[in-house]
């Protein structure tokens, strides 16, 4: 069974940082692409970035270049986000998805765009001014 479970959220103060993780299982590590999401109250919910075992690069939206770095670990099939100078802005639930299976053979999206089938149950991220 495939499980995410993200850690690492909290309350900051503008310019803090935190770095959240998201712990996969149930699926290869050799072979798949995460996604980082987030939602704010009333509003949609949006792309972070993602990395896949493609290429292993990670992509990210405008909004974050700069601040925040997405990263894995093999060996503990892990994928962190780690964000600095965070922003009021930046406050809202952070998930983690994942698009499991056939990754490596197709092309790398630097949009993001996978089949996210998976996902976790978010952790809260709060920034204030």
């Known amino acids: 069974e495939v499980e995410l479970v993200e850690s690492g959220g909290g309350l900051v103060q503008t310019g803090g940082s935190l770095r959240l993780s998201c712990e996969a299982s149930?699926?290869?590590?050799?072979?798949?692409?995460i996604g980082w999401f987030r939602q704010a109250p009333g509003k949609e919910r949006e792309g972070v970035g993602c990395?896949?075992?493609?290429?292993?690069?990670?992509y990210y939206v405008d909004s974050v270049k700069g601040r925040f770095i997405i990263s894995s670990n093999y060996a503990e099939k892990t994928v962190y986000l780690q964000m600095d100078g965070l922003k009021p802005g930046d406050t809202a639930r952070y998930y983690c998805?994942?698009?499991?299976?056939?990754?490596?053979?197709?092309?790398?999206?630097?949009?993001?765009?996978?089949?996210?089938?998976?996902w976790g149950q978010g952790t809260q991220v709060t920034v204030s001014s």
């Open positions: 998805a994942a698009d499991v299976g056939g990754i490596n053979d197709d092309y790398v999206d630097s949009s993001c765009e996978y089949e996210y089938d998976y």
């Open positions: 149930g699926f290869s590590f050799d072979d798949y692409a």
């Open positions: 990395i896949s075992s493609n290429d292993n690069t990670p």
